[in-house]
């Protein structure tokens, strides 16, 4: 059984480009949640997918958008980056909705806005 | 939406000392309050979790206590170790399908 996994690691954009992240949730597991987590501070919700349909969101603009796909691997992607979007990127999967089984954290992307 | 709040910021306790972290929440209908650790440069690690039909539950070291009326829960953690040094985040979880972080507890345990 191999854990939740995010790709890539690190990351280096400029303001105003666009970016996708990916995460591979843990065998067995059929929901992802997305979180951004800035430095020192708790992970913030993003969105959540369950069975490839978004199943609840945080508030965040619609800039940030998501997919999940057959597999329940998953993608984050943030459109017209803004500074204040640096921070590590956090999925989690589990299986069943989050409020009702473990989440399993993957180990993170550090993005990095310029 | 729901508001959480996390008291202390940073904590320190003597090894075999008790530490104890408070988590306050805004809206009466969240129903899931689990507990994360997050040591340095690593992903957060659910450590516990309460229900909201649940007043109090344990596993070995570490309690959670949940106070539905005052919309409060805590985490304790007895006989701290040195390996108990982390940040400890609270969360809940509302009906909209919605996590909702604390802002995170420094937790430092003295040899």
């Known amino acids: 059984e191999t854990g939740v996994t995010q790709s890539p690691t690190h990351l280096i954009k400029t303001r105003g480009q666009q970016v996708t992240l990916r995460c591979s949730s843990q065998?067995?597991?059929?929901?992802v949640s997305w979180y951004q987590q800035a430095l020192g501070q708790g992970p913030q919700f993003i969105f959540q997918y369950y069975r490839e349909e978004e199943n609840g969101r945080g508030n965040f603009p619609p800039r940030f958008s998501g997919l999940q796909f057959p597999n329940y691997s998953s993608e984050l992607n943030v459109n017209a980056l803004e500074l204040d979007d640096s921070a590590l990127y956090l999925c989690?999967?589990?299986?069943?909705?989050?409020?009702?089984?473990?989440?399993?954290f993957g180990p993170g992307t550090r993005l990095t806005v310029l | 939406g729901e508001n959480v709040e996390q008291h202390p910021s940073t904590l320190s306790v003597q090894e075999g000392d008790s530490a104890v972290i408070k988590c306050t929440y805004s809206d009466s209908a969240s129903n899931y309050f689990p507990w994360y650790k997050q040591e340095l440069g690593k992903r957060p690690q659910l450590i516990i979790d309460i229900r909201s039909n649940v007043g109090e539950k344990k596993d070995q070291r570490i309690a959670v206590t949940l106070n539905k009326t005052a919309k409060h829960f805590s985490l304790h953690i007895t006989e701290t170790q040195p390996e108990d040094s982390a940040v400890y985040f609270c969360?809940?979880?509302?009906?909209?399908?919605?996590?909702?972080f604390g802002t995170g507890t420094s937790l430092t345990v003295i040899p």
């Open positions: 989690a999967s589990s299986s069943g909705l989050a409020r009702l089984n473990e989440q399993f």
């Open positions: 969360a809940a979880y509302d009906t909209g399908n919605q996590f909702y």
């Open positions: 065998s067995g597991h059929n929901t």
